[in-house]
C-alpha cells in the first residue's frame, strides 16, 4: 500500500494507473532544453517517485529533446510490469530552443521510433497528438487534425502504439478524432482559474476517458492566487498540494502528472493525495474558477 493510493486509479487504454502521476518534462535544462544540471538527481527523482508508487509517467522525446526519455530508460529500464509511459509527438524543437509544427506523416512516423528508440521499448503504450496549430507553445486552436492522427491510426494498427491521445485540442478536435478511433486519454492546460474545459472533462468522464490537466497553477491573477494560498494556510498546505488535491476531488478521470526536478519536491506533490479538502474550502476554491 502507497501513501498515494488515497487518491484511487483510473484506467488509462486497458491499465489501470494511480492517479498521482509524475511528468518528466521539468528534468531536461532551462526551457525544457539541454541536459539536466544535475544528471543524478535526474535519476534519483524518477526513481524515487516510482519507488513511492508511481505508474503513470509523463514525457516526449521532444523535451530536451531526447535527454528525458534517455534518463528514464537509464533509470527505470528494464521497466517494472505496472508503468505505463505515455508520450506525445506533433512537434520538434529547433536549435534556438524553439518548439516547432511537425505533424506531416513522416515526421510522426520519425517522432514514434525516436521514441521507441530513446525508451526502449518495442511499442508505446500510449501516444497524445499534440495539436500546434495556435504556433509555438499557444493553446488549443480549431481546425481539422484528420490527417496526423489517421497517420497514428496507421502506426497503431501497425503494433508501434497500443493505445491513442490527444493533447492541446478542443472539443471539436476531440470528437474528430474519436470518430476515427478510440482514444484513451486528453492533455490539456486546465487548473483552477483556468477551467474552460469543465465541459469536456464531465464528457469524457462519462465515456472512462482520462483527462490530464497540466499547469495545476498556471493562470492565476493575484487575487485568485491570495484565495488558494489563504486555503493552503488554513490546511497548513502548499498552494500545489491544495491545487492538486483540488484537481483530484474535480472528476474521478483527472489523473494528475505534476513535474520537478526535485525530490523533496516531488514527495511534497505527491502528498496532495491524501489531502482532505472540507467543505468550506472546496467552496472557496470552486469560486476561483467562476
Known sequence: ????????????????????????????????????????????VLRDAVDAGVNHIDTSDFYGPHVVNM????????????????????????????????ASPDDLRRAVEDNLRHLGLDTLEVVNFRSMLGGGNAGPAEGSIRVPFEALVGMREEGLIRHLGLSNVTAAQVAEARALAPIVCVQNQYNIAHRSDDALIDALSEDSIAFVPFFPLGGFSPLQSSRLNAVARDLRATPLQVALAWLLRRS???????????????????????????DDALATLNGIGS
Do not use: C
Open 252 to 278: 474521478p478521470n483527472i489523473l494528475l502528472i505534476p513535474g520537478t526536478s526535485s525530490t523533496a519536491h516531488l514527495h511534497e506533490n505527491l502528498a496532495a493525495a491524501s489531502l482532505n479538502l472540507p
Open 1 to 44: 500500500m502507497h501513501p498515494i493510493d488515497q487518491a484511487g486509479s483510473f484506467t488509462l487504454g486497458d491499465r489501470a494507473v494511480r492517479r498521482m502521476g509524475y511528468g518528466a518534462m521539468q528534468l531536461a535544462g532551462p526551457h525544457v532544453f539541454g541536459p539536466p544540471k544535475d544528471r543524478d538527481a535526474a535519476i534519483a
Open 71 to 102: 534518463l528514464i530508460r537509464e533509470a527505470l529500464s528494464p521497466y517494472a510490469e505496472d508503468l505505463v509511459l505515455v508520450t506525445k509527438v506533433g512537434a520538434v524543437r529547433g536549435d534556438d530552443g524553439s518548439w516547432n509544427l511537425a
